[in-house]
């Protein structure tokens, strides 16, 4: 596989994301919202991340999964490896990253305590029907997900035009088994 062939196709979802009204942006993030609690089981642990302006979802979806499960964690970048996670405990509590990105402050958990996450959501760029995930490119999902429980749910989150039949794949890819999209909701993957 040529890594040419991932950056065109991350070229191409960034470029239809800048391009996507405010409009549509806060319609998507409310169904997202709305789909996020219809697989989501009460007093679970949960790992979820802030999405950027660009990415589907809001810090609501973030609200409302903290309202039913017992907590919700969010990564914090470092130094490339595995990502830690801090409990989220409001909007209020975020604060302005690296990348441009915000996360949470409070205690730090070492990147092991995904293992915990009943159902770990994460950002992608786009996502097969196999389950091949394409993110930003530097790896952390990729060494992070590999320490999750492997009955964990994870969930790429991506827009319906996002989910789509095959994307290029490297070995070290770990493969997502649900998509959560707008209109369809929680889409099961052939990983």
Known sequence: MEPREKEQWRQTVLAERRAISEQTRSTESSALTAHS????????TVCAYVPTRTEPGTTDLLDALAAVVDRVLLPITGAPGPLSWVEYT??????????????????????ETIALAHTVFV?????????????????????????????????????????????????????????????????????
Do not use: N
Request: overall charge neutral; cysteine-free; hydrophobic content about 40%.
């Open 37 to 44: 609690l219809d697989l989501t089981i009460p007093g679970t």
């Open 90 to 111: 409001g909007v209020d509590a975020l604060r302005p990253a690296a990348y441009g990105l915000r996360e949470p402050v409070g205690p730090v958990l070492p990147p």
């Open 123 to 191: 950002p992608a760029l786009a996502v097969d029907r196999r389950g091949t995930r394409l993110g930003r490119g530097a790896g952390y999902y990729d060494r992070t997900l590999g320490l999750a429980s492997p009955t964990a749910r994870l969930v790429a989150v991506v827009r319906d035009s996002e989910l789509v039949e095959q994307l290029p794949a490297d070995p070290h890819d770990i493969p997502m088994g649900w998509a959560l999209t707008p209109t369809a909701g929680w889409t099961r993957l052939d990983r």
